[in-house]
């Protein structure tokens, strides 16, 4: 008998192709009802119920309650984590959609990777944060570096995000379209948080899309140096 976590389970999960449209829908980070999945993954809701009773069985999906409406979000970070990392694997493989969209240079330049930011942007915030030493990068390992609180916190970072708890404060999350990494973590989280409330951004309804404004870009690209490090 074999040890060890059992891989297969989670593989035959996402081996359906409207259970893996339903991940990708919560990856926005927003919970959805079983009717809103059913139609991201193409089929009835009857099915939907029986696809989202799996998922939840198996770990990926959680339910949450709200007076007679059920809703259903990504049981956690590291799901999301899964999804963007198999994303990048499919890419490489040459496994794309045939119909690509007309979102997807705007999902490739900015988007929501469950609570952070991804894409293009947000791999150059995290080069950014790190060359001027505010986040140390040891070989993948992320942490705050000298005056690292500080300069997060001025940013408009709460200091409780700071703080280590069940979700590590520093995380390097790979980015499918990027293939390097983007920062996740609860400073992750915090810090797109803050760029929603400067203004510079918002999310667009009902995708992934992180969509800025001219002022708004150029103040992330001051901040970040995003020029130098391109």
């Known amino acids: 008998m074999r040890d060890g976590p059992d891989i297969a389970r989670i593989g035959a999960l996402l081996g359906d192709p409207a259970r893996t449209h339903m991940l990708t829908a919560l990856m926005s980070g927003q919970a959805l009802t079983a009717g809103e999945l059913a139609r991201e993954g193409g089929i009835t809701a009857q099915t939907a119920s029986s696809h989202l009773a799996k998922l939840a069985d198996g770990g990926l999906i959680t339910l949450r309650k709200q007076g007679r409406c059920v809703y259903f979000a990504l049981a956690s970070q590291e799901v999301a984590e899964l999804m963007e990392s198999l994303a990048g694997l499919a890419a490489i493989a040459g496994h794309r959609r045939t ?7 705007a999902m490739r330049r900015a988007r929501v990777c469950y609570d952070h930011l991804a894409g293009e942007l947000g791999v150059a ?15 993948g390992s992320l942490s705050l570096g000298e005056g690292g609180a500080d300069f997060v916190q001025s940013f408009g970072v709460p ?72």
């Open 99 to 105: 119909r690509p969209g007309p979102r997807d240079p």
């Open 125 to 139: 915030m995290l080069d950014g944060l790190t060359a001027v030493g505010v986040i140390e990068d040891r070989g």
């Open 159 to 230: 200091a409780e995000a700071l703080r280590a708890g069940r979700r590590p404060v520093c995380k390097a999350c790979l980015d499918w379209s990027e293939r390097r990494s983007h920062l996740a973590g609860a400073l992750g989280a915090a810090m797109l948080q803050a760029i929603y409330a400067k203004g510079w951004a918002r999310r667009l309804e009902g995708g992934r899309v992180v969509a800025f404004n001219a002022a708004g870009l150029a103040a992330f690209e001051r901040t970040f140096r995003v020029a130098q490090a391109a």
